[in-house]
């Protein structure tokens, strides 16, 4: 009987910090900001290694760093939290498509490659 009241106790305490520490929009959006610039920064540096990088190249990896530009700035309109209390989903919404891009939990976000 005291095994398992203190198993309850213990899976209560957890569940009661997931809730407490389930994470916030603002840190969802700051998450996706960070994964979006790494992306941009690995763009312009793989555009900078290639020595035969010709004009097309260069326009594709142009307009691959000015869509990431773009989703930034508008970054606090296409990125939605959904919050299931312990916690929470990371939705990227483009032209009514939505696809989970990550998770957060115990007051941490997890962006997917």
């Given at each position: 009987?005291k095994?398992?009241?203190?198993?309850?106790?213990?899976?209560?305490?957890?569940?009661?910090?997931?809730?407490l520490?389930?994470?916030?929009?603002?840190k969802?959006?700051?998450?996706?900001?960070?994964?979006?610039?790494?992306?941009?920064?690995?763009?312009?540096?793989?555009?900078?290694?290639?020595?035969?990088?010709?004009?097309?190249?260069?326009?594709?990896?142009?307009?691959?760093?000015?869509?990431?530009?773009?989703?930034?700035?508008?970054?606090?309109?296409?990125?939605?939290?959904?919050?299931?209390?312990?916690?929470?989903?990371?939705?990227?919404?483009?032209?009514?498509?939505?696809?989970?891009?990550?998770?957060?939990?115990?007051?941490?976000?997890?962006i997917?490659?």
């Amino acid at each position: 009987m005291k095994k398992s009241f203190l198993f309850f106790v213990i899976i209560g305490a957890i569940v009661l910090i997931a809730i407490l520490t389930n994470p916030p929009v603002e840190k969802h959006r700051e998450a996706v900001k960070k994964k979006l610039n790494a992306n941009i920064q690995n763009t312009i540096k793989q555009s900078e290694g290639d020595d035969d990088y010709g004009l097309v190249d260069a326009a594709l990896a142009f307009e691959e760093i000015l869509g990431a530009k773009f989703a930034l700035a508008m970054l606090d309109d296409v990125v939605s939290v959904d919050n299931y209390t312990l916690f929470s989903i990371t939705i990227f919404d483009i032209l009514g498509e939505k696809e989970v891009v990550g998770v957060g939990a115990f007051r941490n976000v997890y962006i997917f490659d």
